[in-house]
C-alpha cells in the first residue's frame, strides 16, 4: 500500500487537546485520522451522526417562560433551594 501525505488547518487549541486524547488511547494523530477515515469508508458516509440541535416547542416554551419571570420584579426569588424549601413549608 502505497503511502501519501494530507496536510490540514486547524485550531491549535484543538489539534493540541486532540493530541492528548489521542495520547491517552495510546495513538498518534495520524493513527487517530487513519481509523476515522476508515470509518469513513466502512460506514459509507461520517461514522456519527452530524445535525444541528434544535430545541422542540416544549423547550422553547419554558425558556420564553424564564426569560418573562426574570424581567417580573413582582415575582419572589430565592438564593438556594433551602431558602426556597423553608418558604415553601412554613406555608404548611
Same mark, same amino acid.
Given at each position: 500500500?502505497?503511502n501519501?501525505?494530507m ?12 493530541? &492528548?486524547?489521542?495520547? $491517552?488511547?495510546g ?16 460506514t ?10 434544535t430545541?422542540?416547542? $416544549?423547550t ?6 424564564i426569560? &418573562?419571570?426574570? $424581567?417580573?420584579s ?15 413549608t412554613?406555608?404548611?
Amino acid at each position: 500500500m502505497a503511502n501519501t501525505s494530507m496536510n490540514i488547518r486547524m485550531d491549535s487549541d484543538i489539534k493540541q487537546k486532540a493530541q &492528548k486524547i489521542f495520547a $491517552e488511547l495510546g495513538m498518534d494523530t495520524t493513527t487517530a485520522i487513519n481509523i476515522f477515515l476508515r470509518q469513513v469508508i466502512r460506514t459509507n458516509g461520517l461514522p456519527f451522526e452530524v445535525k444541528i440541535d434544535t430545541p422542540n416547542a $416544549e423547550t422553547i416554551e419554558a425558556l420564553q417562560e424564564i426569560e &418573562k419571570l426574570k $424581567e417580573d420584579s413582582t415575582k419572589k426569588t430565592y438564593s438556594t433551594f433551602s431558602e426556597l424549601l423553608k418558604d415553601v413549608t412554613d406555608d404548611v
